[in-house]
């Protein structure tokens, strides 16, 4: 019998290229459920991808239905935009912790394996040169940075989940992304600054002629990841070969794509000069310091230095990400600015 997966998101960055990498190189049936479906117009058709329009928080009788049905749960639905984690912090907890722990305890009470994208903030302010997932502490700021709530409420289910694992016997896997990017990550025709994560805004910024905004100089250095890699990674834990994904946690990143947020608007600015259309955007092209209570608010705090250790992905899924940073630019880039909702006019 094929494999059958829920993913709750499926519309999202990660859910779409998943769905899409599943229907093309496996035989596992995909169940999926997201308020839209714009990011999934190359599977809707497809026989073995069904997908409902729902809500999480609402079309619960379908989450329950559906967790009895499958065989392992992919509950993507996040909110992931550190602007958002300061303007309305309530919400972030309310969706991303409150709404997934309920479909985890689904997950616990029909003893279904769930699969849970913990993120890389879950290690906040830690001062290890290497994250890493048994011994690295998770180190937040005061009460007043609002700005943890995301990480903590992350956390929190991390916690939760293992502990269903140790007194239910619940199977599962946490698994920790790194700044993935890629095409679709979001829409890099909206203009408006910080409605998009760091790489997309970058991109966005060039295509509209806007300066490319570096927080605090944009000293801090992040580990790319693209999604092709990530997804791949995502595919091993799914197949779970001998177990080897079970009851385990994985930081799933590039640690070889670690760069500087100030590098990073280098090299998309650069990549650009692969496009003739957009010659004068590259002209005009310029960053501009920006401090963070600025940008993001007051209750703002950031992180630093962000390098994963893959040793335990390694090891147990045989899995390492191959895609550089500039060729992940470059995809990137070839996408959308090639697709045809993105031609200059």
């Known amino acids: 019998m094929p494999l059958k997966v829920l993913i709750l998101g499926v519309n999202g960055f990660i859910g779409s290229s998943l769905t899409r990498a599943i229907l093309k190189h496996k035989d596992w049936e995909v169940y999926g459920m997201d308020i839209g479906s714009h990011k999934l117009e190359d599977s809707l058709n497809h026989p073995r991808f069904k997908f409902v329009e729902g809500d999480i928080t609402i079309n619960r009788e379908y989450i329950e239905y559906h967790v009895k049905k499958c065989d392992v749960v992919i509950p993507l639905v996040a909110i992931a935009n550190p602007i958002q984690y300061v303007k309305d912090p309530l919400r972030v907890f309310e969706l991303d912790f409150e709404a ?13 394996r769930i699969i849970f994208p913990s993120t890389s903030e879950v290690y906040g302010m830690s001062p290890d040169r290497e994250l890493n997932e048994a011994t690295s502490a998770l180190v937040y700021g005061p009460i007043e940075r ?63 002629q806007k300066p490319l905004q570096l927080v605090d100089g944009g000293r801090q250095t992040r580990s790319f990841t693209f999604i092709d890699d990530g997804i791949d990674a995502l595919l091993r834990i799914i197949e779970n070969k001998d177990g080897c994904a079970s009851r385990q946690i994985f930081n799933l990143g590039n640690p070889k794509n670690e760069v500087s947020v100030v590098q990073l608007a280098k090299l998309i600015i650069a990549a650009f000069k692969d496009y003739p259309d957009y010659a004068e955007h590259v002209a005009k092209a310029k960053t501009v310091v920006v401090p963070s209570g600025k940008y993001f608010g007051k209750y703002y705090q950031d992180i630093q230095k962000r390098v994963p250790s893959i040793t335990n992905a390694t090891k147990r899924l045989g899995w390492k990400p191959k895609v550089a940073l500039r060729e992940a630019i470059k995809r990137t880039l070839d996408y959308h600015l090639a697709h045809k909702d993105y031609q200059l006019e």
């Open 100 to 112: 997934n722990l309920d479909v985890v305890r689904k997950c616990a009470k029909y003893r279904k």
């Open 146 to 208: 609002q700005r943890w709530i995301y990480a903590c409420s992350k956390q929190l289910l991390d916690r939760v989940i293992y502990a269903y694992g140790v007194r239910d016997n619940v199977d599962y896997t946490l698994f920790r992304p790194f700044n993935w990017i890629g095409p679709k990550l979001d829409d890099v025709m909206e203009p408006k600054e910080g409605s998009s994560r760091l790489f997309t805004q970058f991109i966005s910024n060039v295509i509209f």
